[in-house]
């Protein structure tokens, strides 16, 4: 009689344990109702193919025909409720995102919200004028404006969850793009500065890092030459079109680092 009292008590606690542990899963699963992409040409369309086929858009719906791998790792698959803002325009520098995309955004209200931002690629490029000269006062215009953006979001979407990707380098570390008489070793420090405050500014806001550059190492100009430190010989593929453009595979990639941040979130 006591075994079976103590058998019925233990399934009885068994019972309790995993409805608690179902019931803290499902507090840490928050209901995504909107997701907004902002940034630069690393998140849209126009390079990777047309529409559809850029990071967000496939971060939003992926193209199972295409990318079988991430049949339902997709927003609309995971959140069918899901409303979508493509903010993203090519071109783009960081006061583009703060004074043009931001008051494009939805309502912000208390629903969970993803957000996804590239920016600073072409900021720094803006900062490498004519004839080699180096404008370093653009790092403090990005941080500031970076600070600008991320405060908004957190501000509009107390429930956000903020991905960022860092700045990828299509020369593969050479730094060898068509720009007449720029000093290689002064641009790197720049372009190692954009990242830092990337990470630095990103993480103080609690945004989620894509780390676009390190994984797009190898699969820029220099993506053929074995002798290059970033060769990848399993996949020396080329991700971008036009020099500093995601092509179809560039954009898979992003997405595939902003769901394996939400992922990791």
């Given at each position: 009689m006591r075994a079976v009292f103590l058998r019925g008590l233990i399934m009885v606690i068994g019972l309790l344990l995993v409805g608690c542990s179902f019931h803290r899963a499902s507090e840490r699963e928050?209901?995504?109702?909107?997701?907004v992409g902002l940034g630069d040409s690393i998140?849209?369309?126009?390079?990777?193919?047309?529409?559809?086929?850029?990071?967000?858009?496939?971060?939003?719906?992926?193209?199972?025909?295409?990318?079988?791998?991430?049949?339902?790792?997709d927003l609309e698959s995971a959140?069918?409720?899901?409303?979508?803002?493509?903010?993203?325009?090519?071109?783009?520098?960081?006061?583009?995102?703060?004074?043009?995309?931001?008051?494009?955004?939805?309502?912000?209200?208390?629903?969970?919200?993803?957000?996804t931002l590239t920016v600073g690629g072409n900021d720094f490029l803006s900062a490498l004028g004519p004839g080699g000269g180096i404008d370093r006062g653009v790092i403090d215009d990005f941080r500031s404006n970076l600070v600008g953006i991320l405060g908004t979001l957190c501000e509009r979407f107390p429930k956000g969850f903020i991905i960022l990707g860092t700045i990828y380098d299509p020369t593969d570390g050479v730094g060898d793009l068509a720009?007449?008489?720029?000093?290689?070793?002064?641009?790197?420090?720049?372009?190692?500065?954009f990242n830092e405050a990337i990470y630095d500014i990103g993480e103080s806001y609690g945004a989620h890092i894509a780390d676009i550059y390190s994984h797009f190492l190898g699969h820029g100009s220099h993506h053929a030459d074995p002798t290059n430190p970033h060769y990848c010989p399993d996949d020396p593929s080329y991700w971008y079109v036009?020099?500093?453009?995601?092509?179809?595979?560039?954009?898979?990639?992003?997405?595939?680092?902003?769901?394996?941040?939400l992922i990791k979130g």
């Open positions: 928050p209901s995504y109702k909107c997701y998140s849209i369309d126009e390079y990777a193919g047309g529409p559809g086929w850029g990071a967000i858009s496939l971060f939003h719906r992926n193209k199972d025909d295409i990318y079988p791998e991430f049949t339902g790792k959140y069918p409720e899901i409303d979508f803002h493509y903010l993203a325009s090519d071109g783009a520098i960081c006061s583009t995102v703060l004074e043009e995309q931001l008051p494009a955004l939805p309502p912000g209200d208390d629903n969970p919200t993803i957000i720009i007449p008489d720029v000093n290689v070793q002064e641009a790197y420090a720049l372009f190692r500065a036009q020099e500093i453009e995601p092509n179809a595979r560039g954009a898979h990639e992003v997405r595939r680092l902003f769901w394996e941040a």
